[in-house]
């Protein structure tokens, strides 16, 4: 008889690069549900691909409902195309959100530049010496 293998919570720590205490984050908000041993937790292929799920969506950015949604899909038994589907919606949303805030980071930038150079004009103007820094930057 052929038994899947199974993870302890350091193993899996150790693996994904995480903390034990991340792991035991994902359990509280129902994203894993490990088997036990007494008082271990007994960690198998589908929490494993659960946990790497979560912290895919984590570094996309994702909010806790948005991957508990997708992990959620990942055990539905209707196939692999909602999921995708369902992901690439997430997905394209995502990166509208980046993409906004790309471009009010480079206006608040934008804005900074145009603030400093004032600033810079001003003092130089009433005759006082720039700090090193300031003059290093608009060089």
Do not use: N, W
């Not at 041993?37 to 589908?46: A, H, P």
């Not at 038994?77 to 690439?88: C, K, N, S, V």
């Not at 130089?124 to 300031?134: D, K, Q, R, S, V």
């Amino acid at each position: 008889m052929h038994s899947e293998p199974t993870f302890t919570i350091t193993e899996l720590a150790r693996e994904f690069g995480v903390t034990p205490r991340a792991i035991r984050f994902y359990e509280d908000q129902g994203l894993l549900a490990p088997g036990r041993s007494g008082q271990t937790r007994i960690y198998g292929k589908r929490e494993r691909t659960r946990l790497k799920l979560a912290l895919r969506g984590r570094r996309l950015g994702l909010s806790l409902a948005e991957i508990r949604e997708l992990i959620d899909m990942y055990d539905d038994t209707r196939g692999e195309a909602p999921q995708l589907q369902r992901f690439l919606a997430v997905l394209a949303q995502r990166r509208a959100t980046l993409e906004q805030q790309r471009e009010d980071i480079e206006a608040v930038l934008a804005e900074i530049a145009t603030l400093e150079r004032q600033c810079q004009g001003r003092l130089e103007a009433a005759g006082h010496t720039l700090p090193p820094t300031l003059s290093r930057k608009s060089a």
